[in-house]
């Protein structure tokens, strides 16, 4: 299968500080996802980006598919950001990575 | 609209007993998932399913089993449960199969495994 890093696999941030999480993959992929899991367990898709940048708000994430990377941007973090951050990708199946856990405090 | 509901949401259950945990969708989405969650790995597929009538075997399919009979249902059923299924169960579903579209996620089930 394919596999999926992630990182930092742990991040503490301030209340409004920016980071920028990191997704490698070992091959090609037909797409990628980037989920939240808040705290309490609900997995939430943010961006479905196979290539290219895509915006949301405070979030953005660029997918540069011929060198097996994507990126999400947090910026201006809030509380509420808290959670695991989990990239997604398909080949013949989708793969999930391992997460980011994210902590934003006050 | 419900998205997608998930039964029971926690579940304690002897090792040896037969298990179904149930999905149902309203989205009227071609393709379904169960997905596995447990500590340090990730979510692994289990199975999966791009339209009624035909399942597909995921990452980690042995001692579980599917059925898509209809549009809407995805029941995942573990003949003989063991300690090594405990987990938090995930199931999704998308509007287009093979990953060309967002995937959408059910609340889980805490299944413990005793």
């Known amino acids: 299968g394919i596999q999926v890093e992630q990182s930092p696999p742990d991040l503490i941030l301030q209340e409004g500080a920016n980071s920028t999480l990191r997704c490698n993959f070992s091959d090609s992929v037909n797409n990628l996802q980037w989920f939240h899991q808040n705290p309490w367990g609900q997995l939430i898709n943010l961006f479905y980006?196979?290539?290219g940048t895509k915006q949301n708000g405070r979030l953005s994430a660029t997918t540069v598919a011929t060198e097996r990377y994507s990126l999400l941007y947090i910026s201006s973090s809030q509380t509420t950001d808290s959670g695991v951050y989990f990239c997604a990708v398909e080949g013949n199946q989708f793969y999930f990575g391992t997460g980011t856990s994210l902590t934003v405090i006050p | 609209i419900a998205g997608i509901t998930q039964a029971p949401t926690s579940q304690i259950l002897a090792a040896g007993r037969r298990m179904t945990l149930r999905c149902t969708q309203d989205?009227?989405?071609?393709?379904m998932y169960w997905y596995r969650q447990d500590l340090g790995l990730g979510l692994r597929l289990i199975h999966y399913s791009n339209t009624a009538g035909t399942t597909g075997k995921g990452e980690v399919p042995d001692g579980y089993s599917v059925s898509r009979a209809n549009t809407d249902d995805f029941p995942l059923t573990l003949a003989s449960a063991v300690p090594s299924q405990t987990s938090v169960y995930f199931c999704a579903s998308s509007a287009q199969p093979q990953g060309a579209d967002t995937q959408y996620f059910g609340p889980g089930t805490r299944l413990t495994v005793l």
């Open positions: 980006i196979p290539s």
């Open positions: 989205m009227r989405h071609n393709a």
